[in-house]
Nanobody, 122 residues
């Protein structure tokens, strides 16, 4: 079993920055794909970005390219999502999740954290 814990979400102003963390316990990220998703009230869960733990390959949805950066820290067994130039439409509950194969679909991810709330005020 893998347990994922997200942190770093908070209230921030339009144009601000946050860094979200996703820490794993139970086992290392090893060869997994680690994804960040978000879900705004009344909307479906949306894929945001992913990183291949082994290769470091990254993928972003178009609307966050150039603003968000996903990265990993081997020593801390943690994945980060640096979010800059935040907009009110980025407001959502952000989740990290892991998969054994690359996917942008929620169904492709097996283990999920509980989420961390990001609120961007205008």
């Amino acid at each position: 079993q893998v347990q994922l814990v997200e942190s770093g979400g908070e209230l921030v102003q339009d144009g601000g920055s946050l860094r979200l963390s996703c820490a794993a316990s139970g086992r290392t990220f090893s060869s997994y794909i680690i994804g960040w998703f978000r879900q705004a009230p009344g909307k479906e869960r949306e894929f945001v970005a992913s990183i291949n733990w082994a290769s470091g390959n990254k993928y972003y949805i178009d609307i966050v390219k150039g603003r968000f950066t996903i990265s990993r820290n081997y020593a801390k067994n943690t994945v980060y999502l640096q979010m800059n130039s935040l907009k009110p439409e980025d407001t959502a509950l952000y989740y990290c999740a892991i998969a054994t194969a690359w996917s942008t679909r929620s169904s492709g991810y097996k283990y999920w954290g509980q989420g961390t709330q990001v609120t961007v005020s205008s």
